[in-house]
T-cell receptor, first 115, second 112 residues
Framework: ETGVTQTPRHLVMGMTNKKSLKCEQH?????MYWYKQSAKKPLELMFV???????ENNSVPSRFSPECPNSSHLFLHLHTLQPEDSALYLC??????????????FGQGTRLTVV | EDQVTQSPEALRLQEGESSSLNCSYT??????LFWYRQDPGKGPEFLFT???AGEEKEKERLKATLTKKESFLHITAPKPEDSATYLC?????????????FGTGTRLTVIP
């Protein structure tokens, strides 16, 4: 496989459930990201991992918990979500260099519905 | 505070009718302006990166240009398969090296 792969593509979960989103990149990049895309709103950065270390957390509620076991894999653990958390969750990766960072490449996203 | 504004919000074109999409930005220290294409229910697909005013890039029917205040995505003789939402994003000193600050996009529909 090539590029950035996300699973599952669709997820419906109850507010008391615990689930995880998975992302894998095959591009040799050293940075990975979680973005949230809600209807009529710009993409919002949630988490950034550089070289497996979390470098940014944009005030995301603790019911979202990221995990980055290595530079190719990224997870987003979900628990006790709210209906307003329903959105398209996008994973991306890029290469962070000394002088310039590459563009971000995105996966196909996980469409999450919280009921 | 960084701002990215895309216009129009939606655009309908007849097949073959050329037009331009606009991305106006206000950032402190631009470190790159990015164009993406997004089809419904899918992730954004990278199109172009522009780094400095005067730079231009082309790919098939698309051409992206950059000034100090805005970027244009010119679509020449569009086809129905060009229908998608086109997203503009910036990376700046404010956003940091890892963040892309996105606009809300222009939804393009090309009618056969």
């Amino acid at each position: 496989e090539t590029g950035v792969t996300q699973t599952p593509r669709h997820l419906v979960m109850g507010m008391t459930n615990k689930k995880s989103l998975k992302c894998e990149q095959h591009l040799g990049h050293n940075a990975m990201y979680w973005y949230k895309q809600s209807a009529k709103k710009p993409l919002e950065l949630m988490f950034v991992y550089n070289f497996k270390e979390q470098t940014e957390n944009n005030s995301v509620p603790s019911r979202f918990s990221p995990e980055c076991p290595n530079s190719s894999h990224l997870f987003l653990h979900l628990h006790t979500l709210q209906p307003e958390d329903s959105a398209l969750y996008l994973c991306a990766s890029s290469h962070v260099g000394e002088t310039r960072n590459t563009e971000a490449f995105f996966g196909q996203g996980t469409r999450l519905t919280v009921v | 505070e960084d701002q990215v504004t895309q216009s129009p919000e939606a655009l309908r074109l007849q097949e073959g009718e050329s037009s331009s999409l606009n991305c106006s930005y206000t950032v402190s220290g631009l470190r790159g302006l990015f164009w993406y294409r997004q089809d419904p229910g899918k992730g954004p697909e990278f199109l172009f990166t522009l780094y400095s005013a005067g730079e231009e890039k082309e790919k098939e029917r698309l051409k992206a240009t950059l000034t100090k205040k805005e970027s244009f995505l010119h679509i020449t003789a569009p086809k129905p398969e060009d229908s998608a939402t086109y997203l503009c994003a910036v990376r700046s000193l404010s956003t940091g090296a890892n963040n892309l600050f996105f606009g809300t996009g222009t939804r393009l529909t090309v009618i056969p």
